[in-house]
């Protein structure tokens, strides 16, 4: 008995080491990307920068794209860049044939579908995925993308501002997947996209609310992609998409330290989604925009809680989102005197 668990224990370690030399030949060499062509793809928050630019990228890779957002101006405005995607590609696609020759394949004419959706209700997730499944068909991508941040210190925060960022942020993630993943395990097909943050893998001042939601959001994706992992279901594939802050206006007036900002400036919506799109045609199975997200996540892991104090002081991170919060309450506060609150 205890021969059989040495022998097993170095089998793991050797499927350990060949899992970090097969990880960093992906790092190497550029895995080929899947097709989405007529898949059917699901995106939570399409009306925003972020899921609007997931559903332009999805359409030109000819994927059938069903739009969920609460606002439906912006979710519709989001459609019409889809539809006219759409019609740029509306020539005859080819392909290589088996033979080498060029093979003409008919062409394949993908559609949009908007919903309005308030995702933190549980009864409107599932009542508009049930109207997907019998107007589009079943779904085979679920990108979960919306997102809310409250903007206000812990102690000023209303404590419905903090329910619904928790909601928004987190307990939606069960809906649309207690929704969609059902029929992904009976055909053993489906990808799940997690978009999370960094503020998911590590903390800072001021948002307390928004962090434990990607703290939670990372947390529900990690123990499914153990569970689908249990369940041998190789079809399915999860993708966490962990990006450092992003220049959509969410954190508008967010600033580290002058001297590092040009090291770390805020990301570019489209380099975030163009980064994400990659990790998800090659089923990566997580995305930290910038790299070094991946070293300051490790490093919180291993250093004194002290020492990430310190280097979060040098790096101005420390109070980062201060700036931002004051904006957002000089905003209200503005708001309220000009409606004679």
């Known amino acids: 008995m205890m021969m059989n668990i040495v022998v097993e224990?170095?089998?793991?370690?050797?499927?350990?080491?060949?899992?970090?030399?097969?990880?960093?030949?992906?790092?190497?060499?550029?895995?080929?990307?899947?097709?989405?062509?007529?898949?059917?793809?699901?995106?939570?928050?399409?009306?925003?920068?972020?899921?609007?630019?997931?559903?332009?990228?999805?359409?030109?890779?000819?994927?059938?794209?069903?739009?969920?957002?609460?606002?439906?101006?912006?979710?519709?405005?989001?459609?019409e860049m889809v539809r006219q995607i759409y019609r740029e590609q509306d020539n005859p696609m080819t392909k290589e044939g088996a033979v080498g020759g060029v093979e003409e394949v008919p062409p394949f004419q993908p559609q949009v579908y908007t919903y309005v959706v308030d995702v933190g209700k549980r009864e409107s997730v599932y009542s508009t995925a049930e109207k997907v499944r019998r107007e589009v068909g079943e779904v085979n991508l679920l990108?979960?993308?919306?997102?809310?941040?409250?903007?206000?210190?812990?102690?000023?925060?209303?404590?419905?501002?903090?329910?619904?960022?928790?909601?928004?942020?987190?307990?939606?993630?069960?809906?649309?997947?207690?929704?969609f993943l059902p029929k992904m395990l009976e055909m053993n097909h489906g990808h799940i996209v997690t978009v999370a943050s960094s503020l998911g893998l590590f903390s800072t001042a001021g948002v307390e609310d928004y962090c434990a939601s990607k703290f939670g959001a990372i947390g529900f994706h990690e123990s499914l992609s153990h569970e689908i992992k249990?369940?041998?279901?190789?079809?399915?594939?999860?993708?966490?998409?962990?990006?450092?802050?992003?220049?959509?206006?969410?954190?508008?007036g967010c600033r580290i330290r002058k001297e590092i900002e040009p090291f770390l400036p805020p990301l570019r919506p489209e380099f975030c989604v163009k980064q994400s799109m990659r990790a998800i045609l090659t089923d990566q199975p997580m995305i930290c925009t910038p790299r070094i997200v991946y070293m300051v996540n490790f490093m919180k892991s291993?250093?004194?809680f002290e020492a990430i104090v310190c280097m979060y002081r040098f790096l101005g991170a420390d109070k980062c989102m201060y700036p931002f919060?004051?904006?957002?309450?000089?905003?209200?506060?503005?708001?309220?005197?000009?409606?004679?609150?």
Request: charged fraction near 20%; glycine fraction near 8%; aromatic fraction near 8%.
């Open 325 to 341: 919060l004051a904006q957002r309450k000089e905003a209200m506060n503005n708001n309220e005197a000009k409606n004679g609150i």
């Open 9 to 79: 224990f170095f089998v793991v370690i050797l499927k350990v080491l060949w899992a970090i030399v097969m990880a960093g030949l992906k790092w190497l060499v550029r895995p080929k990307e899947k097709s989405v062509a007529g898949q059917v793809c699901v995106i939570t928050g399409a009306g925003g920068e972020l899921g609007r630019l997931f559903a332009k990228e999805f359409a030109r890779r000819r994927a059938t794209l069903v739009l969920w957002d609460i606002n439906s101006h912006s979710n519709e405005e989001t459609a």
């Open 302 to 304: 291993i250093l004194p």
């Open 143 to 179: 990108i979960n993308n919306a997102g809310v941040v409250s903007g206000h210190h812990l102690l000023e925060c209303p404590d419905e501002l903090i329910e619904r960022t928790m909601v928004v942020n987190c307990h939606a993630h069960f809906w649309t997947t207690k929704a």
């Open 230 to 252: 249990a369940s041998e279901k190789d079809g399915i594939k999860m993708t966490l998409v962990c990006p450092y802050l992003v220049d959509t206006g969410m954190f508008r």
